[in-house]
């Protein structure tokens, strides 16, 4: 009979002893989650972040070619002037040699 007691209290003793690994192993698995979705928080966080940027792209982008537009038609415009000068000057030229 004592020998019966002595086997149910080391029994009981080892599912104590369980029940506080388990309850260890539960603490830390619930730390590891509640790091999980603080992560995933920041990486949400972040893809809003990029999903704006993304969007702005494309009106960034129109922006860009309407100033090159600009430019280019600048730059076609004060072309046609050099050559217009250009034609102007070798005619000025060509009338103070030729006085």
Do not use: C, D, W
């Amino acid at each position: 009979m004592e020998e019966t007691l002595k086997l149910i209290l080391s029994e009981l003793k080892e599912m104590k002893e369980g029940q506080s690994r388990l309850a260890a192993e539960q603490q830390g698995v619930k730390e590891q989650l509640k790091e999980l979705k603080e992560g995933q928080s920041r990486l949400e966080v972040k893809m809003e972040n990029i999903e704006r940027k993304i969007t702005g792209i494309h009106k960034t982008y129109e922006n860009l070619e309407q100033f090159v537009a600009r430019q280019q038609r600048v730059i076609e415009e004060l072309s046609a002037r050099s050559v217009e000068y250009g034609v102007e000057i070798k005619e000025i030229h060509r009338i103070l040699k030729n006085q």
